[in-house]
């Protein structure tokens, strides 16, 4: 393992796909996509988008075995769950089609995309309401640090929820993918970023969020997080806010306060992340996204648009105040 | 960087709860299928390790209004059990927020959402597929650090703890809460039914007659810390270090292994460096021997290929406690640190005639340790690999 100090990696691209109007034979191909599901579909569309122009030869001069992926989701597979179940009930196992069957198991949503573009170092789903885009950065961007990769995909990925489903009144569908890589290497080839990010997450329990102290612990939890992610403290800088109506969601917005731009939440985790987005590409400047669910996770993104056409800048150059770095101690070797 | 070691242990399988029933359990080697309780299950096969309804958790139905089905309250009592087991005194004495809390599932609370679609509506906006299993278990604790649920199915739970392991690392957490929980369910039954992959008798991985894999439900959950961090605290013991690991991806099939074993091989490698472990420091292998066809052949080749041989003895986990799926891994890791901790490998379950292409050491009498290491496997759909390599550790 390539164990490192520090790691400054930078956002080279990114790409929103939206499920309205997504057609997977324009999207991907005539051939070859039909029975992959959508959740899987969307990523993979905006995986590719994610790395137009420069950013495919920036990943094939990657070591195969230097490539990663993950990816957050909540619902991906609901509906599809919702519709084998429904066969297994009327008609039995043996009508379930073999070619979706391999699908019950979220982890293969990034399957397709992985021996596509050979991500032969890891791949990791996580699955959570509103924060597992958050912590598919955050667990990327941590193993990117610990030496296991060296080029990262990151993002979320949901599917509609069935009609009748719990939650599918705030159903979500699309995807949202980002390139992340070594400001260093990406310095070397004269590249340029859209900027920088910083993920981390914890969790309020509910009944704390729900007890008279649940706004101030959120507020000192949320403070914790911005402050090591390096968002500035004058409490200038943008946050938005993507927030349930849970006793947590109301805990941590009564926490923001009046900085935090609401934005209604929905029942996957593709919000938060298309917040970010939007972030990367609104101007240079620090931002923060804050996302929480019912269940009491809550996550927290800071992100550092650069300036057009800026170059990545080497690491030495951007020692102080970087604010999307993620740090492994001088002594982690294992 | 001290070690990351593992100081607590719960465990709730066919063999019973906690884990002095699941020694006698490995030791005694018995155990059998039974048919899913789940209704409606219209499939050839319909049968799997269960936990025996004696040792069923008796709830919680719901916490703090989410709705538990039994994935979640299996890990819920294995976290109690484990955290129990590390000193729950001290560890309930921390600050909340540098506790974690990662538990992986595939299916989730799956009976409780299959129970819903016949009956109609849910009648809660309160569900999540699969991350329940890791809020139930934080919410319990009062944990307050970053509450994960990694769902890279068979390998997920092996992922789990060496993310686990990199947040101690990396100083974003002292304790972490982790494992892997899998419960019946009708839908993954009925597609592993429709892939063939089901064996209609047992589980018996490296067998000549195996005809796919059965699956095992239950939770295995760990306590890890930093060993220096354990001392202060003053936990009971270390049952294991873990010393290293590899990941990698086939990226080669959705469900197919690579049939030349380099990425798993890679993978073993990597841990076993990382540990520090020559080939000959290895005491056992709990692989992850599926009982499928080409999963038992390439992991045998791979590992007589690492281990320079195929003398090292094999645990065969999963011809007694079935397939457990994201729950594998920790199921794997929790094993290893048992045999370390007691210096035993127990015999394995009896599988009849073995595979000539599969050459790995499967005694079924047991034998102390000979080595300080313990190499554990977990694959997966999608070709996500874990090797882990786990070592003796005392506090």
Redesign the interface.
Known sequence: ?NHRNTTDLVVTGLAVVEAEGFDHRTALGRRGYKYLPLAAQYFLAAARRAQDGPGEAAREATD??RR?ATVGT??A??AL??A??????E????D???LT????????Y???L??E?????????????RT?GV?AL??GV??L??G?ADWLLAGATEAGLPP????A?HSEAGAVALVLERAEAVAARGGTALGRLAA?????????A?GPDGARRAAD?IA?ALAALGHPEDGDAPVTAVLDDSPVGRAVAAALGDRARPVPAGAGCLAPLRQLAGQLTAGPGPRAVVTA?????VGVCVTTAAAPGEPAAAPEERAAGRPAT????A???? | ?DDVVITGLGVLSCLGSGVEAYWKGLHAARSAPRRIPAP?????HPSMYLVPDEDLPAGPAEQ???PLGRGSQFALEAARQAVADAGADSLAALDP?RVA?SVST?MGDADL??GW??AG??G?????????A??VV??WF????????????CS?SG?ALT?A???I????ADVVIVGGTEACS??????F???GAMDPERCRPFATGRRGTLFGEGAAVMVVESAEHARRRGAPRAYAAL???G?????????APEPTGA?IG?GMR?AL???GAAPSDVAFVVPHGTGTELNDVVESETLATVLGGTTTPVYNLKALVGHTGSAAGAFGALTSALLLHHGTVPGNVDIGEQDPRCTVSLPTAAAPTRGRFGLVNAY?????NISLVLQEARL
């Open positions: 393992m195969p075995r990663a909540n619902s597979a609901v769950h919702a084998m179940d429904r066969t297994v009930l008609a039995g196992a043996d379930l089609s073999p069957a391999p699908y019950f198991s979220i982890n293969t990034i399957t397709k992985a021996v573009q050979s991500l032969k170092g890891f791949n990791i789903t996580c699955t959570s309401p597992a912590e955050e667990t941590r193993s640090a610990a296991r009748g489903a719990p939650g009144a981390r997450t914890f969790f309020l329990p509910p009944r704390t729900a939890r914790e669910a019912a269940e009491g996770n993620a740090e492994q101690p002594d982690a070797g294992r | 960087m409606n299950a219209d499939m050839p703090d209004g989410l927020a809390v595939g959402h299959e679609r016949p509506p849910a809660t906006d309160r569900w999540a597929p699969a991350f329940p890791a809020a934080a919410g009062g944990a307050e650090g970053p509450s994960t649920s990694i769902s890279n199915a997920a992922y993310v392991a990199d947040q690392r990396s100083g974003e009708r839908v993954a039954m009925a597609c039914n429709r892939l010393a290293g690991s990941w990698s991806c086939d990226a080669y099939h959705a469900t990425e890679r990597q460096e990382e540990a997966a759909f999608g070709g996500n």
